[in-house]
């Protein structure tokens, strides 16, 4: 895998270096694996050293082209096995960003809805500067700071507790009065101007250790060049020892909160008040504003004095002041309806347009792709754009071989805004999309009124396969921890896994598997071990797995719950391919399931292999029927219940109103009537007496399952 490299680090040109770093990232993550995970390098220290120091010598000199999967960031093998994992009293959200006055006019219209208030009713915001760093939540009990977790996935983080202990300004012990328990969520970010001093130093210490190696001397820890002060934050923060964290100059500010055993205040801005009594550094820029026009003229503030701030913004969060209305509203996805991140304009940058790739998805669009000279937009570098459609390509005359604008938001995949007509090269011909696959070479055809042209290939296309197979073991899908892509896309290439039914029958290959470079013994059973802890599953996640064409997460959920069992859904769906046909009348019954939709189960159904592929998984997976929420048939339909401990992925409120719409009795103390008792995180009295009852109890997912909460 090591080409030797003989070139000088000052005689590369920029394309030269961007893709030696890609390489180089490639390579080093290959033989930490090996070093780290399985303890079989395949080359000397001396040899790994070489390559680190080659890729660190690279970044110093083209400090934008640092990748995000740079080695240089990341210490050992796989950072996130390196802490244990910590489950959040309440979900790490992110949030919906809006780019104007008139998308945060719409952000605004959609509280009003929700909550049925008058156009005119004034909306209180707290509007706080977005910091770009790494968000963390802090666990106190009885004041005392008893653990600290990244983010994560919004569900766990990592346990960053000795690190987070480090850092001057977090409190270990709350003053005034707290709740017994409380989960306080804040940034950890870097200043400017230390991230620049820390950058410079970390660089003198690499051109050191650099140094070393080339007199044949004893290497010790590889040194980070941050590029830029979020990555300094992050990496940091995630740290192997304590004391390392302690020397960076780590600041923290708290702005929000998770589970708490009690509410501390009544609007947002009096929570921010309650941080600072209790001991918090609270964002002095933060503003309460009593109007979309207040906050309009506050964005504007903010946009004209982020340059001079001691650290970097990228934009205002605003929250909703008031809580019982944050409550009210809940969360959509992964985001809360009470707050958006109102971001500053985008960057922009221009480069040249190198090729346009089509890639081809599971359904079998073909979507075109950038691909284009890396060039830096707002501190990313940047490579390839999305371009929508082949509409969108004629109607921007996108040529190959253009200087192109293109344009990055936020964290949305950059975009090809224009076209410098003027810098155009001579004999540039409009771009001609393909007609045929590019992978399979079938008929790619676009019905009339579409804007997607499709491969007709279906399941003999080997990409859509493919993406089939991605999309069936995702983590929203099967959820088969440690099938990603790239792993799916090897097994379908050594012919091992065609069909969903075939990773099922995986174990039958684990000899071939060891065969193969990177497949540790304990990668496979790990592997192996996630598909056998998948064979039950919900069916509306079943569903979803399939990859039928418009069956989201949310319609495979109406049909699971309208169909209970895999057998009559698919018995059902078969029979509803003769139009008019009383099973074809109950699927349009079925409320939110539209005629298109409809349509596209009909058609996936009426393919015999389809069927085929279906039937052979369900020899290997059974699917588990999901609970209905109408109060008449709910489980919990007349029934008293009770919950008590901290549930990680709803609120209580938020439980006690599902409940109720199920049709039970929502009580608050346990007694001889009572017929479940829920029991989240560090349950206290109410579980035992529950268990001196013989009241039956449910854990948090078993409530989940048998309310139907996907
Ligand atoms: S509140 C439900 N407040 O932005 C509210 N987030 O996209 C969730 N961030 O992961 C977060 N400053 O890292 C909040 N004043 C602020 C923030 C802030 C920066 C970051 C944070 C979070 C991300 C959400």
Same mark, same amino acid.
């Given at each position: ?103 945060? +006019? ?15 009713? /004034? ?49 270990? $012990? ?46 010790? *820890? ?41 509410? /501390? ?39 004209? $004095? ?24 809940? =969360?959509?996805?992964?985001? /809360? ?30 979507? /075109? ?58 004999? +540039? ?37 493919? *993406?089939? #197979? ?146 052979? #998984? ?57 017929? =479940? ?34």
């Amino acid at each position: 895998m090591s080409a030797p490299r003989r070139k000088p680090v000052e005689a590369l040109s920029e394309e030269e270096a961007a893709e030696e770093l890609a390489a180089l990232a490639a390579e080093i993550a290959h033989h930490r694996d090996l070093y780290y995970r399985k303890d079989a390098p395949a080359i000397s220290d001396a040899e790994y050293d070489a390559l680190e120091a080659r890729n660190a010598a690279i970044e110093a000199r083209f400090p934008a082209l640092v990748r995000a999967d740079s080695p240089s960031l990341r210490v050992g093998a796989a950072p996130s096995e390196a802490f244990a994992k910590l489950r959040h009293g309440e979900p790490m959200l992110s949030l919906d960003n809006v780019f104007d006055a008139g998308e945060f +006019a719409e952000f605004c219209a959609r509280i009003r809805r929700f909550l049925r208030l008058d156009a005119d009713e /004034p909306l209180r915001f707290v509007g706080e500067p977005k910091i770009d760093g790494l968000s963390i939540n802090l666990v106190y009990e009885d004041g005392v700071f008893v653990r600290g977790a990244t983010r994560g996935d919004g569900i766990e983080g990592e346990d960053v507790t000795a690190n987070l202990r480090t850092i001057a300004d977090l409190p270990q $012990r709350l003053k005034g009065r707290f709740p017994a328990r409380i989960e306080v969520r804040g940034e950890v970010y870097m200043e400017k101007a230390d991230f620049l001093a820390f950058r410079e130093a970390q660089a003198k210490a690499a051109a050191e250790r650099e140094a070393r190696r080339q007199r044949g001397e004893k290497l010790g *820890e590889a040194v980070v060049i941050p590029a830029n002060p979020r990555n300094a934050a992050a990496g940091s923060v995630r740290q192997l020892d304590p004391r390392v964290t302690a020397a960076r100059p780590l600041k923290l500010i708290a702005y929000a909160m998770g589970a708490a055993s009690e509410a /501390p205040a009544q609007t947002h801005w009096e929570y921010l008040a309650r941080l600072a009594e209790w001991g918090f550094r609270t964002n002095p820029l933060s503003r309460l504003v009593a109007s979309e026009a207040e906050a309009e003229a506050f964005q504007a503030e903010m946009a004209e $004095r982020r340059a001079s701030l001691a650290y970097d913004i990228d934009g205002v969060v605003y929250k909703l002041d008031r809580l019982d209305w944050q409550a009210r509203l809940g =969360f959509v996805g992964r985001a /809360p309806r009470w707050a958006v991140a109102w971001k500053f304009p985008a960057e922009r940058a221009t480069t040249r347009l190198l090729a346009i790739e089509i890639q081809v998805g599971r359904t079998g669009a073909l979507t /075109p792709r950038a691909v284009m000279e890396p060039v830096n937009v707002g501190g990313v570098v940047v490579r390839h754009a999305t371009l929508h459609n082949e509409d969108e390509i004629a109607r921007k005359d996108i040529r190959i071989g253009d200087t192109v604008i293109i344009q990055r938001a936020g964290d949305v995949i950059p975009q090809i805004v224009g076209v410098v007509k003027e810098k155009r090269p001579k004999g +540039a011909e409009p771009y001609v999309f393909p007609t045929a696959c590019p992978v399979c070479g079938s008929h790619a055809v676009r019905p009339e009124g579409e804007v997607v042209r499709r491969c007709t290939g279906g399941l003999t296309c080997p990409a859509q396969t493919v *993406e089939r #197979l991605k999309h069936f073991a995702s983590r929203r899908a099967m959820d088969i921890e440690g099938l990603g892509e790239e792993n799916i896309e090897q097994l379908f290439r050594e012919g091992l896994v065609k069909s969903p039914a075939d990773i099922f029958r995986l174990h039958r290959h684990a000899e071939t598997m060891r065969h193969w470079e990177g497949w540790g013994e304990r990668k496979i059973a790990k592997l192996l071990e996630a598909i056998e802890a998948r064979r039950r599953v919900p069916l509306d996640r079943f569903i979803f797995a399939l990859g039928i064409r418009r069956i989201g997460e949310a319609n495979a959920r109406l049909l699971a719950r309208h169909y209970h069992t895999v057998e009559a859904w698919r018995e059902r769906m078969i029979a509803a391919r003769i139009a008019g046909s009383e099973a074809r009348e109950e699927l349009g019954s079925i409320q939110g399931i539209g005629p298109a939709i409809a349509e596209e189960l009909v058609e996936f159904f009426a393919e015999p292999r389809n069927r085929a592929a279906l039937d052979d #998984l369900l020899r290997e997976v059974t699917p588990e029927p999901v609970a209905v929420e109408a109060a008449g048939d709910s489980p919990f339909a007349g029934r008293t219940v009770v919950f008590t401990g901290t549930l990680a992925t709803m609120t209580r409120d938020e439980a006690e109103a599902m409940a109720e719409r199920l049709g039970a009795k929502v009580t608050k103390s346990v007694s001889r009537k009572t017929d =479940f008792v829920i029991v989240g995180a560090d349950a206290g009295s109410k579980a035992t007496r529950a268990a001196e009852l013989g009241v039956r109890t449910l854990s948090e997912a078993e409530w989940r399952a048998m309310a139907g909460i996907g």
